[in-house]
């Protein structure tokens, strides 16, 4: 199948040419036709999967006829959880769109200039890309116009919803016009984001595509036991010495930390840097320029803030610690193995934390493949269950890990007994600092325990 195929303006194919896109995912073969046909659509899908020119190509082919509408609001809306993504969405629509020379885009997040949002509504505007509490901000002060909108795009929609937007989003979408097109883009359809969708579409095409389906390469996943928070520092060290990573981003489970790994990183002498909500937004944008550019090699980041961070240079991901909902691994593990290329997802995990895994297990449907380190073989065993009946994958010195979308079967595979000997234990200040990273308290102490981003 081509792109043009599909129904896509011309002006826009060309801009896909000089992307490099030559043929379009699984979901942009399914969603793109459907939504230029002007139907509304429920997808289910991942990052990772192209979901993002599944929803702009049909959106831009759109803006690239003139519009019959009065007035200067938004023909376009997207909107989306985080600051990043919704960024990254605007850059992605900048990039398809490069020949829609008169396209007025505005991105409207938390954290950015309020005066230049303002700037960009008092004239005509093709296409917003916004958060729900921001975009609320214009509403009320009645800078946003909806009476010509022509496309609503709800994008992670079930993201918004954990992030607890869906008075927003509900206020938002009786603000649009009822003959609008809604296109609605999640991880799940199932639960209250499928009642809310069904609530604001009419006769929807769902679409569902499987979860291991991406348009980027392999992804080899293993995962690691560790006794306790020094053995997983171990692995780390380890890891980030053998791995041969270009650019690795490692997650952790709160802010605090986020700042403390970073520090101990810079300290080794990496150049790391952390990535979390309490950060001011000019203080993230420049933190994700140097991350793209190549100046930081290690991202230290908690879920929500690392969200849409599309690198394709990002060779390896280390969850150190692990995601607190089960979809947010494929998020995770979906910041590497970007625009065609390999990537390495590795997840440390304590033994006693062994039922989360099976969590993250039973939501992917598949195992991941357990490994050890030679050396660094965990002296706790997560107790016996449905998973160890084969052979250990292995990491590093032992095997090769598991293929994303391959299933396997995994073992016990541990080592010989060992105590683990005693890492200082840290705790990081909760707030972020103005002075950047390297200013985190290190003090000893316990690991903080802060909700994420
Ligand atoms: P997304 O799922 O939208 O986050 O996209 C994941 C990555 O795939 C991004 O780096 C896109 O630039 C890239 N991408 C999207 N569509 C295609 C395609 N048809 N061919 C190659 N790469 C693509």
């Given at each position: 199948?081509?792109f043009?195929?599909l129904?896509?303006a011309?002006?826009?194919?060309?801009?896909?040419?000089?992307?490099?896109?030559?043929?379009?995912?699984?979901?942009?073969?399914?969603?793109?036709?459907?939504?230029?046909?002007?139907?509304?659509?429920?997808?289910?899908?991942?990052?990772?999967?192209?979901?993002?020119?599944?929803?702009?190509?049909?959106?831009?082919?759109?803006?690239?006829?003139?519009?019959?509408?009065?007035?200067?609001?938004?023909?376009?809306?997207?909107?989306?959880?985080?600051?990043?993504?919704?960024?990254?969405?605007?850059?992605n629509?900048?990039?398809?769109?490069?020949?829609?020379?008169?396209?007025?885009?505005?991105?409207?997040?938390?954290?950015?200039?309020?005066?230049?949002?303002?700037?960009?509504?008092?004239?005509?505007?093709?296409?917003?890309?916004?958060?729900?509490?921001?975009?609320?901000?214009?509403?009320?002060?009645?800078?946003?116009?909806?009476?010509?909108?022509?496309?609503?795009?709800?994008?992670?929609?079930?993201?918004?919803?954990d992030?607890?937007?869906?008075?927003?989003?509900?206020?938002?979408?009786?603000?649009?016009?009822?003959?609008?097109?809604?296109?609605?883009?999640?991880?799940?359809?199932?639960?209250?984001?499928?009642r809310?969708?069904?609530?604001?579409?009419?006769?929807?095409?769902?679409?569902?595509?499987?979860?291991?389906?991406?348009?980027?390469?392999?992804?080899?996943?293993?995962?690691?036991?560790?006794?306790?928070?020094?053995?997983?520092?171990?692995?780390?060290?380890?890891?980030?010495?053998?791995?041969?990573?270009?650019?690795c981003?490692?997650?952790?489970?709160?802010?605090?930390?986020?700042?403390?790994?970073?520090?101990?990183?810079?300290?080794?002498?990496?150049?790391?840097?952390?990535?979390?909500?309490?950060?001011?937004?000019?203080?993230?944008?420049?933190?994700?320029?140097?991350?793209?550019?190549?100046?930081?090699?290690?991202?230290?980041?908690?879920?929500?803030?690392?969200?849409?961070?599309?690198?394709?240079?990002?060779?390896?991901v280390?969850?150190?610690?692990?995601?607190?909902?089960?979809e947010?691994?494929?998020?995770?593990?979906?910041?590497?193995?970007?625009?065609?290329?390999?990537?390495?997802?590795?997840?440390?995990?304590?033994?006693?934390?062994?039922h989360?895994?099976?969590?993250?297990?039973?939501?992917?449907?598949?195992?991941?493949?357990?490994?050890?380190?030679?050396?660094l073989?965990?002296?706790?065993?997560?107790?016996?269950?449905?998973?160890?009946?084969?052979?250990?994958?292995?990491?590093?010195?032992?095997?090769?890990?598991?293929?994303?979308?391959?299933?396997?079967?995994?073992?016990n595979?541990?080592?010989?007994?060992?105590?683990?000997?005693?890492?200082?234990?840290?705790?990081?200040?909760?707030?972020?600092?103005?002075?950047?990273?390297?200013?985190?308290?290190?003090?000893?102490?316990?690991r903080?325990?802060?909700?994420?981003d």
């Amino acid at each position: 199948m081509h792109f043009s195929d599909l129904g896509i303006a011309p002006t826009i194919l060309r801009a896909l040419e000089t992307a490099g896109y030559t043929s379009p995912t699984g979901v942009q073969a399914e969603a793109i036709p459907a939504a230029i046909a002007g139907r509304d659509l429920l997808v289910s899908a991942q990052t990772g999967s192209g979901k993002t020119a599944a929803f702009l190509l049909p959106a831009l082919t759109k803006l690239s006829e003139r519009s019959t509408g009065k007035g200067q609001g938004p023909r376009v809306l997207v909107l989306c959880p985080t600051r990043e993504l919704a960024q990254q969405v605007e850059k992605n629509a900048l990039e398809y769109g490069k020949d829609l020379r008169w396209m007025k885009t505005a991105c409207l997040v938390g954290g950015a200039s309020f005066g230049y949002q303002t700037r960009a509504l008092s004239r005509p505007i093709d296409l917003i890309v916004a958060t729900p509490g921001r975009l609320m901000d214009h509403m009320r002060s009645g800078r946003i116009d909806f009476s010509r909108l022509e496309m609503l795009v709800l994008d992670e929609a079930d993201r918004m919803l954990d992030m607890g937007f869906i008075d927003d989003i509900e206020t938002i979408v009786k603000a649009t016009p009822e003959t609008r097109q809604t296109v609605l883009f999640s991880a799940t359809l199932d639960g209250t984001v499928g009642r809310m969708a069904e609530k604001m579409t009419r006769d929807p095409q769902r679409i569902e595509i499987a979860r291991t389906e991406t348009s980027g390469g392999t992804i080899e996943e293993h995962l690691l036991y560790a006794d306790d928070l020094n053995h997983k520092h171990r692995l780390l060290d380890h890891i980030l010495k053998e791995s041969g990573f270009d650019q690795c981003v490692i997650f952790s489970a709160t802010k605090a930390y986020t700042e403390e790994l970073a520090d101990k990183l810079s300290d080794q002498g990496y150049s790391a840097a952390c990535l979390h909500g309490d950060m001011p937004q000019s203080w993230r944008n420049r933190t994700l320029n140097d991350l793209r550019r190549g100046r930081i090699k290690i991202l230290v980041a908690t879920d929500v803030a690392a969200r849409g961070i599309d690198v394709p240079t990002i060779t390896h991901v280390v969850n150190f610690d692990l995601p607190k909902q089960a979809e947010d691994y494929i998020h995770r593990i979906g910041r590497t193995g970007r625009a065609g290329r390999d990537g390495t997802a590795i997840t440390l995990a304590e033994s006693k934390e062994f039922h989360k895994v099976r969590r993250i297990e039973q939501y992917l449907k598949r195992q991941i493949t357990e490994g050890v380190i030679e050396g660094l073989e965990p002296t706790r065993r997560p107790p016996k269950g449905p998973r160890r009946n084969g052979k250990p994958g292995g990491y590093g010195a032992q095997g090769q890990g598991q293929r994303r979308g391959s299933s396997s079967s995994a073992g016990n595979g541990y080592g010989r007994e060992r105590r683990e000997g005693g890492y200082g234990r840290g705790t990081g200040s909760s707030s972020y600092d103005k002075r950047g990273p390297r200013s985190s308290s290190a003090s000893q102490g316990q690991r903080s325990t802060q909700r994420a981003d």
